[in-house]
Nanobody, 123 residues
Framework: QVQLVESGGGLVQPGGSLNVSCTTV????????MAWFRQAPGKEREFVAT????????IYTDSVKGRFTISRDNGKNTVSLQMNSLKPEDTAVYYC????????????????WGQGTQVTVSS
């Protein structure tokens, strides 16, 4: 099991940017595929982006392509999500997650989760 500690959430105006980060603590962190999910009020948890252990491959949900960028720094054991051109519909609790699978976009395939960080996009 790996412990995930998130930070960086907050309030931002539409069109603004925000970066959320997740620091991982535990063995085999660099071998894990990491991902960001989000859950808005009244909605199911939604896949946002994932990145492989090496950082060589990424996958994004269509609604954030071109606006969000997932990255990882294995030397610092962190994974980040840079969110640009934010929209009110991006408002949600954002969660980072880890899995041993090489590719996964379903929440049920992830083993470890952070506590989530609130991102609110509003004027």
């Amino acid at each position: 099991q790996v412990q995930l500690v998130e930070s960086g959430g907050g309030l931002v105006q539409p069109g603004g940017s925000l970066n959320v980060s997740c620091t991982t603590v535990g063995d085999y962190v660099t071998s894990y595929t990491m991902a960001w999910f989000r859950q808005a009020p009244g909605k199911e948890r939604e896949f946002v982006a994932t990145i492989t252990g090496s950082g060589a491959s990424t996958i994004y949900t269509d609604s954030v392509k071109g606006r969000f960028t997932i990255s990882r720094d294995n030397g610092k054991n962190t994974v980040s999500l840079q969110m640009n051109s934010l929209k009110p519909e991006d408002t949600a609790v954002y969660y980072c997650a880890a899995t041993r699978l090489v590719v996964a976009t379903k929440s049920g395939l992830y083993d470890d989760w952070g506590q989530g960080t609130q991102v609110t996009v509003s004027s």
